[in-house]
């Protein structure tokens, strides 16, 4: 199973929004909306931020927020924080019974 | 409080065996869904194996088919991974995960125990 498409980096000012993309195919992203997004700072674990394409859990802020169209879910922040900087996972439920990762991005504020 | 705390991590030589755990707290264990998640040094994430929590469905990665064994003792809140034939791309930081009953994401993790495959 290959792993998911992200962008290598992304980068915004204090304030703006950002999308990471998240492209994978008809047998996982674009067969189930089982897509989940996972922020992970240097040296933690990753902390759950979206599942099941557009879900935040308890505790998330809103401005974290999922979409999918197709084979490409995405990833928006916005009101972009100095906190945010760190790199982003997506993941998706594949048709062999498997979970498949990104490559991973880093978000760099500005 | 859920904690979830790895252990048994070190290095080892290709070819070798390990066996990692995970020893679950604050949430019922026996009916949670357990997962074992890695990080090469520098790399991304990947999934590696998925139980149920009675232990009558699990998964693996391509990659760790039939060279890893993942089981749980719920009596002991604890999830295993037996790791055999190991390679130097075995080399990462294992975690463990659940989401609890929900399957293919992950809420709870533990902080990880480094696993490191070199002669």
């Known amino acids: 199973q290959s792993a998911l498409t992200q962008p290598a980096s992304v980068s915004g000012s204090p304030g703006q929004s950002i999308t990471i993309s998240c492209t994978g195919t008809s047998s996982d992203v674009g067969g189930y909306n089982y897509v989940s997004w996972y922020q992970q700072h240097p040296g933690k674990a990753p902390k759950l931020m979206i599942y099941?394409?557009?879900n935040r859990p308890s505790g998330v802020s809103n401005r974290f927020s999922g979409s999918k169209s197709g084979n490409t879910a995405s990833l928006t922040i916005s009101g972009l924080q100095a906190e945010d900087e760190a790199d982003y996972y997506c993941?998706?439920?594949?048709?062999?019974?498997?979970?498949?990762f990104g490559g991973g991005t880093k978000l760099t504020v500005l | 409080e859920v904690q979830l705390v790895e252990s048994g991590g070190g290095l080892v030589q290709p070819g070798g065996s390990l066996r990692l755990s995970c020893v679950v707290s604050?949430?019922?264990?026996?009916?949670?869904?357990m997962n074992w998640v890695r990080q090469a040094p520098g790399k991304g994430l990947e999934w590696v194996s998925y139980i149920s929590g009675s232990s009558s469905t699990i998964y693996y990665t391509d990659s760790v088919k039939g060279r890893f064994t993942i089981s749980r003792d719920n009596a002991k809140n604890s999830l295993y991974l037996q790791m055999n034939s190991l390679r130097a791309e075995d080399t990462a930081v294992y975690y463990c995960?659940?989401?609890?009953?929900?399957?293919?994401?992950?809420?709870?993790w533990g902080q990880g125990t480094l696993v490191t495959v070199s002669s």
């Open positions: 993941s998706s439920y594949t048709n062999s019974n498997s979970l498949v």
């Open positions: 995960a659940s989401a609890g009953h929900a399957q293919w994401l992950f809420y709870y």
């Open positions: 099941d394409v557009s």
């Open positions: 604050g949430f019922t264990f026996n009916s949670y869904n």
